[in-house]
């Protein structure tokens, strides 16, 4: 059984959920440390995601939506909030002028999914293109800005060991391009569209058919991880025992489901079909606190939470079940990758077991 290279998982990733109230500016706090990354969906009522972070900058014109091709800072402007900084122990929020404020509606509930870099910024030169990064060796997470090329390159990244998934957006508006994600089960010449539901898709340009490095990732001439003269935002993550995991599983169609082993309680689980169509699944232990596990969002959707328990899992000190026989999430024979953050290391690093869901008995 090994042992767990972080004890407290809290210190590095955290969701925190919190109400609207139209306060302007507003800092929510909770998180536990500053974060690096953000990402925010109204949990009430439909509306775009929000995704900030510390390279590009909090602020006006700086937010991301993972549901659309948009480009950054096109979520409508000031009318709808927006994340105007990192603090502390949280981010400060300005609220929106309009009933489609995506951050801080009066009444809304939403949710807030954090993680920690470096709190800073440094420059990259391990590849063919000099990026800017943030990095935490420790959680093995980094946020990478590099302009593209539109030709063979290589990115630096600055984890030290090799990133088991990596989301792209290419942040301009002409033409406005989807988020690409790689993930270490499809293999080099295959992507995901973080804002589609589309299976996986060959592509040898994407990752120019090259697994990444503990220095580098690698790009050619695609236009949603390359185009030549357009600015790029890249998040990195690599695998760390007890805190992260990133594998895939296959579907059995059953609700007494496939049951992935993640060696950690999770306290958030991302998943998605690759052999098929499917919409991404995002379950955390902040807006379902007990099994069955079955309040979603959908990072390709902008619609509210889901409450129905058609894509139900059950999370468990050592890993995840599959409750329900959905075809998004556990359908007969196809395959699903999944990315996964810890609440508790199912075994500490000093060999012990921790306090969980045993087994999902609570």
């Not at 950054?72 to 929020?93: H, K, M, Q, V, W």
């Not at 990478?144 to 090329?149: D, P």
């Not at 630096?156 to 792209?168: D, Q, S, T």
Request: charged content about 15%; hydrophobic content about 30%; proline content about 3%.
């Amino acid at each position: 059984m090994p042992f767990s290279n972080i004890d407290k998982p809290s210190k590095y990733f955290n969701t925190l959920t919190y109400t609207g109230d139209a306060v302007s500016p507003r800092t929510v706090t909770g998180v536990g440390f500053k974060p690096d990354f953000t990402w925010i969906k109204n949990r009430t009522r439909a509306g775009s995601s929000a995704l900030n972070d510390n390279v590009r900058g909090a602020g006006l014109n700086k937010e991301l939506s993972s549901e659309t091709t948009n480009a950054e800072g096109n979520n409508g402007g000031s009318g709808y909030g927006y994340i105007s900084a990192f603090a502390s122990d949280g981010f400060t929020l300005t609220t929106g002028s309009t009933a489609y404020d995506i951050v801080n509606r009066s009444g809304d509930s939403y949710v807030s999914w954090n993680w920690l870099a470096s709190n800073t910024t440094a420059s990259n030169t391990s590849g063919s293109i000099t990026s800017t990064v943030s990095v935490n060796t420790t959680s093995g997470f980094s946020i990478v800005s590099y302009a593209g090329t539109g030709t063979t390159a290589t990115v630096g990244h600055g984890l030290g060991v090799a990133p088991k998934m990596i989301i792209v957006k290419n942040r301009n508006a002409s033409p406005a391009e989807s988020w690409a994600v790689y993930h270490s089960t499809l293999g080099t010449n295959k992507y995901l569209l973080l804002n589609t539901s589309d299976a996986s898709a060959t592509s040898t340009g994407m990752w120019n058919n090259t697994a990444p490095t503990s220095t580098v990732f690698s790009l050619y001439n695609e236009e949603k991880t390359n185009k030549v003269s357009t600015n790029l935002i890249a998040y990195c993550f690599a695998e760390v025992k007890g805190f992260s995991k990133f594998g895939s599983y296959t579907g059995n169609g059953s609700a007494d489901g496939t049951f992935v082993y993640t060696g950690f309680k999770p306290a958030f689980i991302l998943r998605k079909a690759s052999s098929t169509t499917g919409y991404w699944n995002l379950h955390d232990n902040k807006r379902d606190t007990y099994n069955l596990s079955y309040l979603r969002l959908f990072p390709d959707l902008n619609g509210s939470e889901a409450t129905s328990t058609d894509n139900s899992l059950d999370i468990l000190s050592n890993g995840f079940k599959c409750r329900a026989t959905n075809t998004d999430t556990n359908g007969s024979g196809s395959t699903y990758i999944y990315m996964a953050f810890a609440e508790n290391p199912f075994v500490s690093s000093k060999g012990l077991p921790t306090t969980a869901r045993w087994f999902g008995l609570s």
